[in-house]
């Protein structure tokens, strides 16, 4: 295998390995259910980020004048980290679980792929946009039953709830974006990472001194906070920041439509959720574009 391809296909395990660990996320917050999504999210990203931030403190301070040339980036990241998890949660509060869940994972492989556009003048290519096209739809297909199951009461505020999602979209393919260009200019990854996520982790502890304290009414609830810090955010962030060194941020953002996957089959297996036929066929649709995507050869660069 020539040296390119193994390098994007170390890649695409590196986004695969993160979208596995945070396709737990939505069953791990079940056993928390006292829990509110705010605190949720900002214990995980929060938690997740000072981790992050402590293990790259080192390239950190190695790299601080790289990282300052490059500060209006590095703090925009920052606050895309931290608005990234309230939105999202907050789309599925008030749009309900359906509309958030498909418009927050689905259109941030569209926005990533504008915001490189935009920035580096490179179109996403024909076999991109197909590959794009099938993980929405599967994305479609897996939410819509458990949409109607949840869709009496729950889209309390429709519209505010699509404009959160999509702003959920574009700071998670922000975020993503900003890492690889932090990358690319010769930061290693856990700087990049490390900087980045702890700008968001310092604007979201206010959040999580607000809202956190049902993590300290039980073990249980302790124990599903460090997992969601520990185990999805933060690990799965060092695979994510292994991926993006050797894929384009685009096509990082694509790979990670796997998470709902990871997500409706754990629902299935350990909260004994059913899926539907149209929900296996949503599988079989996003493993089709994950294909895709594995297999173009194409140049990571």
Same mark, same amino acid.
């Given at each position: ?17 993160? #979208? *596995? ?36 403190? $080192? ?17 925009? /990241? ?16 008030? &749009?309900?679980?359906? *509309? ?7 259109? &941030? $492989? ?13 179109? $996403? ?42 702003? /959920? ?9 900003? &890492? ?95 899926? #539907?036929?149209?929900?296996? /066929?949503?599988? %079989?649709?996003?493993? %089709?574009?994950?294909? *895709? ?9």
């Amino acid at each position: 295998m020539p040296i390119q391809s193994s390098t994007h296909f170390l890649g695409i395990l590196g986004v695969l390995a993160a #979208s *596995l660990l945070w396709g737990t996320t939505g069953t791990a917050a079940a056993f928390a259910p006292e829990v509110s999504a705010a605190a949720i999210a900002a214990a995980a990203m929060g938690g997740g980020g000072l981790l992050q931030a402590l293990r790259g403190l $080192p390239l950190i301070r190695r790299n601080r004048a790289l990282l300052k040339r490059h500060s209006a980036l590095l703090l925009s /990241a920052g606050l895309s980290v931290a608005l990234y998890p309230i939105a999202f949660y907050g789309s599925m509060r008030l &749009a309900g679980v359906t *509309l958030g869940t498909v418009i927050s994972i689905g259109a &941030a $492989p569209l926005f990533s792929g504008a915001i490189e556009w935009a920035a580096e003048g490179k179109a $996403p290519g024909v076999r991109w946009g197909a590959g794009v096209a099938a993980g929405i739809i599967g994305i479609l297909l897996i939410t819509l039953e458990s949409g109607a199951e949840t869709a009496s009461g729950t889209a309390l505020h429709p519209v505010a709830g699509v404009l959160a999602a999509l702003a /959920a979209a574009f700071t998670y393919a922000y975020y993503s974006y900003a &890492a690889r260009r932090l990358m690319l200019s010769g930061i290693p990854s856990r700087a990049a990472m490390g900087a980045e996520f702890g700008i968001g982790a310092l604007l979201l502890l206010p959040v999580l001194l607000a809202t956190g304290s049902p993590f300290l009414h039980s073990v249980q609830n302790a124990a599903v906070g460090l997992y969601m810090a520990v185990v999805p955010m933060f690990i799965g962030y060092i695979c994510f920041g292994y991926g993006l060194e050797r894929v384009r941020a685009s096509t990082a953002i694509a790979i990670s439509l796997l998470e709902p996957v990871v997500a409706a089959l754990l629902a299935a297996a350990v909260l004994g959720e059913r899926l #539907s036929l149209p929900a296996y /066929a949503g599988i %079989a649709l996003i493993f %089709a574009s994950l294909a *895709l995507f594995t297999f173009t050869g194409k140049k990571s660069g």
